[in-house]
């Protein structure tokens, strides 16, 4: 008795310590993971302006809430300083665990010592890249195959312009342009809008220095911006280019080669488009929200719009395609590893997060996510029209591998190849001749 | 040998009083305090001569090793010898076009520095009430003319739409966008600079200043007009000073870097015409990742200014006149 009392005590003891174990286990269990087990602190980079650091400040806060034992240091500048300071910071072994990589520059770092290839966390379940298309998360290697980016959001490039000045030509008789409208139709439509402008407007923007523009073009003409390293357009197409903006120019449809210039780098409350001093223009549809803001307080009553660049003749689409993602440094911590993970699996699939950030980097990457956004009664119009746009045309865009420096590269030279063109400094071919030689050059020092 | 120059013979430091204060060896007095008091010097020395090695002599001398190397700024630097600096003479198009303008920049920006705030001085020096709130004035724009800030109140002073342009539309002149021409562009840079010219007009006051009115009372009472002073006494006893300063603005000036890069939103244009020589060297640097390319171009850099100074030197002993000599 006593033993079987000792042995009753025993069984008590043993089903309340199993009951203890399991309520303790339960009550574990319903922490979440990440809540019951992440520690430390991570550094975290990103680019933009006051719009952005505001909502990624907040999707910080979120995530620091939801895990009290992670702090995250913000580190945040312009779209340009941006990558000059993590090229100085991945010289010292000091960039962040956290990086906001783009697929435009991913080929610049893309490399073992700088960015932690990512492949064997993906796999293991540690980085989550479920419902990412795969072409996207493709679009996230580097030259050896490796992942390095994990993509939260895609952009893309269109034009905008104003819509009423678009009625009023209308109302004036010029046919509305209905896409997929083609270079030259777009041409056409411009040289038809310029007289029933205010004075002193502009049908557009002389895009003939824009490298967005320029790489819808040559790949709307069926031909590569690159190969590998090398530039692959023909001299013909670059010509043809120059050509078809000189024209326009000449003809009072866009700036003076002065104002081209101004309105490359202008604000967009200086910009034409806003002051309602140029019908269209070239901007990314992600900013059409800001745009729009700005406009309504500049040029009140005007609304802005977006639309796709126009198709090749046989009716390509050119439009190119990047990804905005997160990358790891590779000095991060074995102990920083967990936090930063998480935190790249709560940035790009958090629901919360997603409606927070509203696609301000690009249309969020995953698809369902996005039409959730464009559907939710409370999202700025402006960003539904970036998310509508975006699903009308992603099937049919073209992304373009930036070889490492390419984008840098394209940029300076077209800038300076066109500008030389315009100020009457070079004949278009010479210019073309130029853009091609030293974009070579340039390619050629990077790839070293 | 002496006793007293033996090594270890204990040397009596007396008092007043011929009791020995202390007893120390002959030889190791002298020694000793020496030592105590270079330690002292090199602890005062110390932070300077960190500075100097560290921030200066090290990398002036890693530069030099990677101006001799293929180095990308991400990954390790490859030895490639001449071959960054053979490029920069024989296949560059745009350094060949920096050097150029440049030279441009520093033969029109100099002298009219110069010229500007010497006017200003001898102006100021004629005993103007209040001359010490004028002078704070002009000297101003030198504290801040390099600033970002100040070439980007620049930019919109020059724009298509911008003050100078609202200034001409009163005469009925329709101005343009002065920056983004490049005609106009590295003109208005220029302008920029020499809008500083107040560091360079304190020093000429100062030394405006020292020539004794004598001078000016002797040439008066034998006829000299007021040119004829200036020309006969203040220019041939400032030249020492306008020497100074030439020497100062001549080395600024082939290092200018901060306006250009503002006006230009860091490209040097439009059509490289505002591409001075530091901001090309910065392009390489950090925005197309030719480090070894850029530490060349800042030895070549180096070797020029280190010219162009050696050159003021020598012409000096034809226009300078040092009163003592």
């Keep these: 008795m006593h033993i079987l009392e000792k042995g009753g005590g025993t069984r008590r003891f043993f089903l309340a310590s199993s009951a203890l174990a399991l309520t303790l286990g339960l009550a574990a269990s319903s922490i979440p993971a990440s809540a019951q087990e992440l520690t430390g602190d991570i550094r975290f980079s990103w680019w933009g302006g006051q719009v952005r650091n505001d909502k990624t400040d907040r999707i910080i806060q979120l995530f620091e809430q939801q895990n009290p034992g992670v702090s995250i240091t913000r580190e945040t500048a312009d779209f340009a300083p941006y990558w000059e300071r993590l090229t100085i910071q991945s010289t010292g072994n000091n960039q962040p665990c956290a990086i906001t990589m783009q697929s435009r520059w991913l080929a610049t770092y893309a490399r073992p010592d700088i960015l932690m290839p990512l492949d064997d966390l993906v796999a293991n379940g540690t980085l989550d890249v479920s419902g990412i298309p795969e072409a996207v998360v493709s679009a996230a290697r580097g030259a050896d195959g490796n992942l390095y980016m994990i993509p939260h959001g895609v952009f893309y490039f269109a034009l905008m312009y104003n819509e009423q000045m678009l009625e009023n030509a209308a109302a004036a008789g010029v046919q509305p342009l209905v896409w997929p409208y083609n270079w030259d139709q777009y041409a056409d439509h411009l040289r038809a809008i310029q007289p029933t402008l205010p004075e002193g407007a502009v049908a557009t923007h002389n895009m003939g220095r824009e490298p967005d523009a320029f790489v819808s073009w040559v790949q709307s003409h069926g031909e590569k911006v690159f190969d590998g390293s090398k530039a692959a357009f023909s001299r013909d197409l670059a010509i043809a280019w120059f050509n078809y903006w000189e024209a326009l120019r000449n003809e009072g449809v866009t700036e003076s080669p002065e104002g081209m210039v101004t309105e490359n780098s202008a604000l967009v409350e200086e910009s034409n488009l806003a002051n309602g001093r140029g019908y269209a223009t070239n901007r990314p549809p992600n900013q059409l929200g800001s745009v729009q803001t700005v406009t309504n307080t500049v040029n009140p009553g005007a609304t802005i719009n977006t639309r796709p660049y126009p198709v090749g003749p046989d009716g390509t689409v050119g439009m190119d395609l990047g990804s905005n993602g997160i990358a790891i440094g590779a000095n991060c911590t074995a102990e920083q590893l967990p936090a930063t993970t998480a935190w790249i699996n709560f940035w790009t699939h958090n629901e919360e997060a997603a409606a927070i950030y509203q696609s301000d980097n690009g249309v969020v990457a995953i698809p369902e996510l996005a039409t959730a956004q464009a559907e939710n009664p409370d999202t700025q119009p402006t960003q539904v029209r970036h998310i509508e746009l975006y699903q009308q045309v992603v099937d049919t865009a073209q992304p373009v591998f930036w070889p490492a420096g390419g984008y840098q590269a394209m940029t300076d030279v077209l800038n300076r190849s066109y500008d030389a063109v315009a100020f009457g400094q070079l004949s278009v071919e010479e210019g073309v001749d130029q853009l091609i030689s030293e974009l070579q050059q340039q390619l050629d020092q990077a790839a070293r | ?325």
């Design chain 2, 1 to 325: 040998m002496s006793s007293l120059d033996s090594p270890n013979n204990p040397v009596l430091i007396a008092g007043e009083t011929g009791v020995p204060a202390r007893v120390m060896p002959r030889n190791r007095t002298g020694s000793a305090l020496k030592r105590a008091d270079n330690r002292a010097a090199y602890m005062f020395l110390l932070p300077w001569l960190a500075g100097i090695i560290l921030i200066t002599a090290l990398p002036m001398l890693a530069s030099l090793y990677l101006s001799f190397t293929d180095y990308a700024v991400i990954g390790l630097p490859s030895w490639v010898g001449l071959e960054n600096y053979i490029r920069l003479f024989t296949s560059d198009r745009r350094f060949i076009t920096s050097i150029w303008v440049t030279l441009k920049y520093v033969c029109f920006s100099v002298p009219l520095v110069l010229l500007f705030s010497l006017t200003v001085a001898v102006a100021l020096n004629r005993g103007l009430r209040g001359l010490a709130i004028y002078r704070s004035l002009f000297y101003v724009p030198s504290l801040i003319g390099a600033s970002v800030g100040i070439g980007l109140l620049w930019k919109e002073v020059f724009g298509e739409r911008g003050v100078v342009n609202a200034i001409l539309a009163w005469f009925g002149v329709a101005g343009r966008g002065w920056i983004n021409n490049p005609t106009f562009a590295l003109p208005s840079v220029i302008a920029l600079n020499v809008w500083t010219f107040g560091a360079s007009m304190v020093i000429f006051l100062a030394a405006l200043r020292q020539i004794p009115e004598s001078y000016y009372e002797a040439a008066s009472i034998d006829g000299a007009n007021a040119w004829q002073r200036f020309r006969r006494i203040t220019l041939p006893l400032i030249t020492p000073v306008i020497f100074f300063n030439t020497v100062l603005l001549l080395i600024n000036s082939f290092q200018s870097f901060t306006q250009a890069f503002v006006v230009s939103n860091g490209r040097g244009g439009p059509v490289d015409s505002t591409l001075l020589y530091s901001l090309y060297l910065y392009q390489q640097a950090f925005q197309q990742l030719q480090m070894g390319y850029a530490s060349a171009m800042a030895w070549v850099l180096l070797i020029a200014i280190g010219l162009a100074t050696a050159l003021m030197f020598w012409s000096s002993r034809y226009w300078v006149f040092y009163g003592d000599r």
